[in-house]
């Protein structure tokens, strides 16, 4: 059964590393990177609970992140070709910036290293198309996801880097004639995984920021915000390709995305071995400011003007 959890990050230091030993935390950290305009970190609580679709982004609401020019082509593994391997599949992740840079690449699944490498060859050189909400472009993940089907005929060159000419519905038939005929599909030796499947079915959270919420949209008092954030953690414990899922601003979008890259983990495991992890938390965010305060009296006190 998945477990629940909740735990606040605190406004002092000292009270927050108290609360995450409690909850089997090691450190926090929270504050305003030097030279930023950013005015308010808010109070935090964060939860593995089931993500609530209400708050989820609405078709129509988004465009996923693309290729600039058009879809490029990949080449079938050379090294599988002599192995006697004429199928195979593989996905890789590419995080961008709000600009389209790639700042991230990560194998995400496979039936044999070859073709995730093959992948990852090719788009590393690509250019890409940022994610956009609601006409605002902002960072998020992309999949670059491959199948890869060739005749049992074409000859085998290790020189000679083949483009698969098939599309992906030839690719899947040509496939599907060799299973009917006594072949079987590849299966998948690398994936990642729930995180109820990890040794411990949980994984443990060993450094934490809070998100530090720019000028330009400053919480309100006694406002709460939710933000669904789902990510990567790699066998090192660290975050990956973070992605904000529901509905929040753009300043909100960014901030969070670059806090949670910050995150750090305990290496998750499966039967003692280490282990590529999907998942997700829910971010509740509220103002730290009582009723009365604000950022604009803040700065004034702090100028004396």
Request: charged share 25%; proline share 8%.
């Amino acid at each position: 059964m998945k477990k629940t959890f909740l735990f606040f990050v605190a406004v002092c230091v000292s009270t927050a590393a108290l609360g995450f030993a409690q909850e089997g935390l090691v450190s926090a950290s929270a504050g305003v990177a030097s030279g930023s305009v950013a005015v308010s970190s808010p109070k935090m609580t964060i939860s593995n609970e089931k993500p609530d679709p209400s708050l989820l982004l609405k078709e129509g609401d988004f465009v996923q992140p693309s290729f600039r020019d058009s879809d490029p082509e990949i080449p079938f593994p050379s090294r599988a070709r002599l192995d006697k391997i004429y199928d195979g599949q593989a996905a890789v992740g590419v995080m961008l910036d709000a600009e389209g840079n790639a700042t991230d690449f990560l194998v995400v699944r496979h039936t044999k290293q070859d073709f995730s490498q093959r992948v990852m060859d090719v788009i590393r050189h690509e250019k890409y198309s940022p994610r956009i909400v609601k006409n605002t472009p902002v960072p998020g993940r992309f999949f670059v996801v491959r199948t890869f089907s060739i005749g049992y005929e074409d000859p085998v060159d290790m020189n000679r880097p083949m483009v698969v000419g098939m599309n992906a519905m030839e690719q899947m038939g040509a496939m599907s004639s060799r299973v009917s005929e006594g072949g079987r599909p590849p299966k998948l030796t690398y994936k990642a995984h729930e995180e109820r499947e990890l040794d411990g079915h949980i994984l443990k959270i060993i450094a934490v920021d809070t998100p530090v919420i720019p000028a330009e949209y400053e919480l309100q008092p006694n406002q709460v915000l939710k933000v669904i954030v789902s990510f990567y953690v790699d066998e090192k414990g660290n975050v990956r390709l973070p992605n904000v899922d529901s509905d929040a601003p753009a300043p909100v979008v960014t901030s969070v995305i670059k806090t949670v890259s910050n995150w750090k983990f305990a290496p998750p495991t499966i039967k003692k071995k280490p282990a590529l992890v999907f998942t997700n938390r829910t971010l509740t965010l509220e103002s730290k400011m009582p009723p009365s305060e604000s950022a604009e009296s803040i700065a004034t006190s702090k100028t004396g003007k």
